[in-house]
């Protein structure tokens, strides 16, 4: 059996780094895991980080992930502290835009992503769709890398909103309305109800339905984003941080310390109640959107 990486270094294509990311921590299996920011600390706190002592005994190997690490690739205290290696029982990964140089070379793996070409989305997106439990068709294929406009982040999005639909049925010509291609994302309603902030997601509701907006692709977005707080919620226990850009990641656990664990399970919960009673024409995807946001706005503090 290959044994697993313990030094990575990865940067570029956004998405695609992440999705490297998350497999390598979870080839290591259960570990105790520590996440620094570049940006934030030098490399003081990461070697610091790297020779702290385990949290419990047989607990296995400690993973530092350093995120935003381009601003230490130079640093010449790391990259010789590096050059054998990361200390017994610990793995390090850097990632980051564009990292290059001594960091990058002296660790067991390094990739740069560049940006997926045409290709290469299809092979991602055919990857995605299986991982997602979804059947393969070639027009579904064609949808979603028209749809992504090139970016790799966008087509796994796309993918989760599609597998929404997964064990429903979906005829062939909606396939095409799941996806945005130029519209914009309801950024403004998504934020209120990460933020908590009900009213301000109720008015920005409001004038997304006014603007034509169809509200069966809002409410998607909302599953979506309460799935993606339950998650950021989950990081903050330990759990991998998932896929995305660190600037996304890092309000989205900003956003998800408003709720607790118990609270967006029962959101979600309650969205998947609402999205079967729209499904068997028992409710209307608008008023359903207004009943989650006004149930938010009466549990908040």
Partial sequence: MEEPVRFG????????????????????G?????VLWGD????????????TPLLFQGAGLR???????????????????LRGGPPDGVAVFFVGEEIKGPLATAADEYIHFKKPTKAELRELAVELMREAGLRVHGFVV???????????MR????????????????????????????????FGFLEGIGWRDALEALRELTQLLKRGWDPQRIFFLLVSQVRALILARAAQDGEPIPEGPD????????????????????????LQELDLAIKQGRMDPEYALYLFTLRLALESP
């Fill in 155 to 186: 087509l796994a999005k796309e993918v989760e909103k599609l597998a929404l639909w997964k064990g429903g049925k979906l005829r062939r010509e909606a396939i095409s309305e799941l996806f945005y291609f130029a519209e914009p994302a309801p």
């Fill in 142 to 152: 064609d949808l979603l890398v028209e749809a992504c406009g090139g970016d790799a």
């Fill in 63 to 81: 993973s530092v992930v350093v995120r935003r690490a381009d601003l230490l690739a130079g640093d010449q205290r790391l990259i010789q502290a």
């Fill in 30 to 34: 259960e570990v105790e895991r520590i």
């Fill in 9 to 28: 270094v990865y940067s570029g294509d956004a998405f695609l780094v992440e999705r490297t990311l998350r497999r390598r921590l979870a080839a290591l």
């Fill in 247 to 270: 600037w996304l990641w890092r309000r989205r656990l900003q956003q998800a310390r408003n709720f607790t664990k118990k609270e967006l399970l029962e959101y979600l919960s309650f």
């Fill in 40 to 51: 934030e600390v030098g490399a003081a706190e990461v070697l610091d980080a790297l020779g």
